[in-house]
């Protein structure tokens, strides 16, 4: 299930309404208001109805984001989406343009940083996960609220490295994660090189294993004093 399937069965609740853009509206609300890869992941995998029971098992995961889900102002995007979905053509002016509150648009600053972390050779294949590990910590480190959260990226590093060595990312794509260019913002798979590359990151398999990843990682616990 892709994202804009899953926010929409979550924010229609299951019913079989008219549908009109699939929930890109919907998708396009999220991560213009900061929702970060991992927990975008999680709404596909939980594929609920249920917005409560979505907000409290995000809560797991991380409670940054589960408020950012229940904030009043993503929820005035969705429900912007909601109504350009469901009424009319001429019933209503947002039925004719969509534009998101200024509010939305708070959470995020700036441009996505494209610069690589890392040094990583074109001319030379990635040829192990372990050459992905720092990268990918960087990358998805970037989207972290706080300490804890970039803690649990670095020791969901190997997990998450191995997933994505193993799904059959082109070269190219590995060269970008294993730069570890630090975005803070925005979506990874906008920065994919392919259409095989974006499918594969966005496909049902491969989110649930970043959330798996990120989910069993064990943070290393801080010495005492």
């Known amino acids: 299930m ?7 069965k979550l924010a229609f609740q299951g019913t079989e309404s008219s549908r009109k853009d699939g929930g890109a509206c919907l998708a396009s609300a999220a991560r213009r208001a900061g929702m970060p890869e991992e927990a975008l992941a999680y709404i596909v995998k939980a594929d609920s109805d249920d917005m409560g029971a979505a907000i409290d098992g995000l809560n797991k995961v991380s409670e940054g984001d589960a408020a950012l889900l229940a904030s009043r102002s993503l929820r005035e995007d969705f429900d ?24 939305a648009a708070k959470p995020v600053a700036g ?9 990583v050779r074109a001319d030379q294949p990635v040829n192990s996960s372990i050459e992905l590990t720092k990268g990918l910590v960087s990358m998805f480190s970037s989207y972290a609220r706080d300490e804890s959260q970039k803690k649990t990226y670095a020791a969901a590093g190997q997990c998450l490295s191995t997933l994505v060595y193993n799904e059959g990312f082109s070269q190219e794509a590995l060269h970008f994660f294993a730069g570890g260019a630090p975005l803070g913002t925005g979506s990874i798979v ?19 294993g970043l959330v798996d990843c990120t989910t069993n990682a064990t943070p290393t616990p801080m010495p005492g004093p």
């Open 190 to 208: 906008e920065h994919l090189p392919n259409d095989k590359d974006k499918a594969i990151w966005q496909s049902p398999r491969f989110t649930q």
């Open 80 to 103: 912007a989406c909601i109504d350009k979905a469901v009424l009319p053509n001429g019933s209503s002016p947002k039925t004719q343009s969509y534009v998101p509150p200024k509010a």
């Open 111 to 119: 441009k996505p940083n494209l610069k690589p972390a890392y040094q």
């Open 2 to 8: 892709a994202l804009g399937e899953a926010l929409d």
